[in-house]
């Protein structure tokens, strides 16, 4: 077996906490709500141009899982327009944090999500 490339993530909520990282990630984020099967449960595929990369999953109370320690940080996302991006973020009152790696030749951008996960959006240093 070989891994090909990664796929998406999911993130699973309450409905209420649902909407707003579907609101979140669709308005803040650029995502776009596009097809998903139908399920079991109730959720949004978010793409990012033709590829469901951000699952949302409604939780349950028979989801709920014993206290656990995860090592999750945040999801990236490669990105171009990051002046446009800045001022949205700005405009919206998302607080974030920028770096510069020179030797990739990249800006990255980190900020989290209304459940408290970690966002990178890396632009070309320009």
């Given at each position: 077996m070989k891994?090909?490339?990664?796929?998406?993530?999911?993130?699973?909520?309450?409905?209420?906490l649902l909407e707003s990282l579907r609101r979140f990630y669709t308005e803040t984020v650029g995502?776009?709500?596009?097809?998903?099967?139908?399920?079991?449960?109730?959720?949004y595929?978010?793409?990012?141009?033709?590829?469901?990369?951000?699952?949302?999953?409604e939780s349950s109370q028979d989801d709920s899982m014993p206290s656990?320690?995860?090592s999750?940080?945040?999801?990236?996302?490669?990105c171009s327009g990051l002046?446009?991006?800045q001022e949205r973020l700005s405009k919206l009152g998302v607080k974030y944090t920028t770096a510069r790696v020179p030797e990739l030749e990249r800006v990255q951008i980190f900020f989290s999500d209304p459940a408290g996960n970690g966002v990178e959006?890396?632009?070309p240093d320009e």
């Open positions: 891994i090909i490339e990664f796929d998406h993530y999911n993130l699973s909520a309450s409905r209420e995502l776009t709500v596009g097809y998903r099967p139908h399920f079991r449960k109730f959720g595929w978010l793409y990012a141009g033709d590829h469901p990369v951000l699952h949302l999953s656990v320690q995860t999750f940080n945040h999801a990236a996302f490669n002046q446009e991006f959006l890396n632009f």
